[in-house]
Nanobody, 114 residues
Framework: QVQLVESGGGLVQPGGSLRLSCAAS????????MGWYRQAPGKQRELVAS???????NYADSVKGRFTISRDNAKNTVSLQMNDLEPEDTAVYYC????????WGRGTQVTVSA
């Protein structure tokens, strides 16, 4: 049984930072493309960042230079460091393995507000 469990969401002021983490089980983590998606109210779910074990990370244009995805294959975890957060980053963030037809976590809320 595949499980992706997110942690680290919360409320932060504009310009602040948060770090999201996702613990994966039930998959061969080292071969999975791990990613973070987000869905804001009234909007479609969108890719934020993704990374395979050996490839370069892929980022949405809106987060380039502010967010960093990293993975630890020894611990089966993937993280998203989010800096210089903006109100537009407010969304539910989902951990994902292997893209749209893959596996999803339940999501963690990130709210950026003064």
């Amino acid at each position: 049984q595949v499980q992706l469990v997110e942690s680290g969401g919360g409320l932060v002021q504009p310009g602040g930072s948060l770090r999201l983490s996702c613990a994966a089980s039930g998959i061969i983590f080292s071969v999975a493309v791990m990613g973070w998606y987000r869905q804001a109210p009234g909007k479609q779910r969108e890719l934020v960042a993704s990374k395979s074990t050996s490839g370069s990370p892929n980022y949405a244009d809106s987060v380039k230079g502010r967010f960093t995805i990293s993975r630890d294959n020894a611990k089966n975890t993937v993280s998203l460091q989010m800096n210089d957060l903006e109100p537009e980053d407010t969304a539910v963030y989902y951990c994902n393995a292997d893209g749209g037809n893959g596996f999803w976590g339940r999501g963690t809320q990130v709210t950026v507000s003064a």
